[in-house]
């Protein structure tokens, strides 16, 4: 191959990244393994949040903003570095005294350079060299997890995971994310893209899938696919109390109407439960039967609906995974709640501290 060859397209980019993270790496701030306090610090596309945390994930303060997304990423991150000050200013922290900063933070993204590659929910972050602006501006060092990847650490280290060697979480409401701890390491790929469960095939030429795939799990069983589905079943269901408590209009129909009406013993509602805790099955039984994980954390949907969800589902699994992984495996709600949040991007940091 010519050198013009390598030296174009992709190959160029690659070594400039590669470059300049050695010239950068040489200045940057290291983690600091002594401190006793950590920064979190979780982007969400409406929400900023940034927190000070205790060794022990103990929060101490606590800063929130609108994300104000439009505003550009300068903008944002600019916010961000202020909110850092407030927060260790409010705790009566010095920067001498914390560790390190641990950032969750919508995908794609790459973990080791530090660069985000456009969210789906902070669409103008095209390659944001995120860690190194954090780095520089707050001379802390910054360490970057997609959120998904960042909460099943929370959950593991702070949650229902615990204690556990090989599990696997799930976020489970307006999309389905995943994150994969396997035998005590989070598995990324080597892209930071594994984990991504919500996209696994359940149904050939199901539903359309926000991927653009069809028949994903999350086109069949995030908080928008199940009202979906009820909605369709409503138009040969007019009697269902799903349309008495949305006033007949079946377009306000939501993931909790269908279950606020299952608990009514609405046969409509029901069905579409029985048939959600199917597909999960499905989808479950192909993580279980790869991977034989210990305990499978499932979020939102599953926190607010496992009276009505976690039997059948376990019922379900039994007929899609062989015994022994069957026996091995626990099906259980996320610990934290809307905490999750500040508790993933501090286990960013705290997961750097112990590794
Ligand atoms: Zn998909």
Redesign the pocket.
């Given at each position: 191959m010519p050198v013009s060859a390598i030296i174009h397209g992709e190959h160029v980019s690659r070594f400039t990244h590669y470059a300049s993270r050695m010239l950068l790496s040489a200045s940057m701030p290291q983690i600091n393994k002594d401190a006793p306090y950590l920064i979190g610090i979780d982007i969400g596309g409406t929400k900023l949040a940034v927190v000070v945390a205790d060794r022990h994930g103990q929060v101490i303060q606590k800063v929130r903003r609108p994300t104000e997304a439009m505003r550009g990423p300068d903008a944002v991150v600019r916010m961000l570095c202020e909110m850092s000050r407030d927060v260790m200013a409010l705790a009566s922290v010095s920067t001498e005294e914390v560790a390190g900063i641990g950032v969750s933070c919508g995908g794609p993204l790459d973990t080791s350079t530090g660069i985000v590659y456009s969210p789906p929910n902070l669409p103008d972050w095209e390659a944001v060299p995120l860690k190194a602006w954090l780095e520089e501006e707050l001379q802390l060092a910054a360490y970057i997890e997609n959120d998904a990847n960042a909460g099943a650490l929370a959950e593991w280290l702070f949650g229902a995971g615990r204690g556990y060697q090989t599990l696997v979480y799930m976020t489970m409401s307006t999309g389905i994310g995943g994150g994969l701890i396997l035998d005590g390491r989070l598995f990324r790929g080597p892209g930071d893209v594994a984990g991504e469960v919500?996209?696994m095939t359940i149904v050939a030429d199901g539903p359309k899938?926000?991927?653009?795939?069809y028949g994903?799990?999350?086109?069949l069983c995030s908080g928008p696919s199940i009202a979906r589905r009820a909605r369709e079943l409503l138009q040969t269901e007019p009697a269902s109390f799903m349309l008495k408590l949305t006033d007949g209009n079946s377009d306000l129909v939501t993931a909790k109407t269908v279950m606020d009406a299952a608990r009514q013993d609405d046969p409509a509602a029901l069905r579409i439960v029985n048939e959600t805790a199917r597909y999960m099955a499905i989808g479950l039984g192909n993580i279980v039967n790869i991977l034989n994980p210990q305990i499978i954390i499932i979020g939102t949907i599953l926190v607010k609906a496992h009276d009505l969800l976690l039997a059948p589902i376990r019922d379900y699994l039994r007929r899609e995974t062989w015994e022994r992984v069957y026996d091995m495996v626990q099906i259980v709600p996320a610990e934290l709640g809307d905490a999750v949040g500040d508790l993933a991007a501090i286990a960013v940091i705290q997961q750097k501290l112990a590794g």
């Open positions: 919500g996209h899938c926000g991927c653009g795939k994903c799990l999350e086109a």
